[in-house]
């Protein structure tokens, strides 16, 4: 579950900062920033679960959206997505820690969704 939720909103993300750029393009062209993203994401979700995962996270992610390549990306739904990585941040933030998920808030911003 958590790892569709990153996936979805690392490449959502992604390919929001590169108007008209599907999944496909994303993966393609955009690798290290969705790949950054991914680390990121999955970071700050297994030290909020206390979980590990599986090695290879960014390959499975990548193989899977060579199936989905054709989707369009844009930030929706933001509170079930990318709003939980964020609540996460706020959270820190609140609490004088850093941000887990830097990266990804200075994307949020850059794009005026929060």
């Given at each position: 579950m958590l790892e569709k939720?990153?996936?979805?909103?690392?490449?959502?993300?992604?390919?929001?900062?590169?108007?008209?750029?599907?999944?496909g393009v994303v993966e393609k062209e955009y690798r290290s920033e969705v790949s950054s993203l991914i680390v990121e994401?999955?970071?700050?979700?297994?030290?909020?679960?206390?979980?590990v995962f599986e090695e290879a996270m960014e390959d499975r992610l990548c193989a899977y959206s060579r199936t989905v390549s054709h989707f369009p990306t844009a930030v929706k739904e933001f509170k079930w997505r990318n709003g939980w990585f964020y609540s996460l941040s706020e959270k820190a933030i609140a609490e004088g820690k850093p941000d887990p998920c830097p990266l990804h808030t200075a994307w949020l911003k850059e794009l005026k969704i929060i």
């Open positions: 939720l990153i996936w979805i909103s690392a490449f959502m993300l992604v390919g929001a900062r590169h108007p008209g750029a599907t999944v994401l999955a970071s700050a979700a297994a030290a909020e679960k206390g979980l």
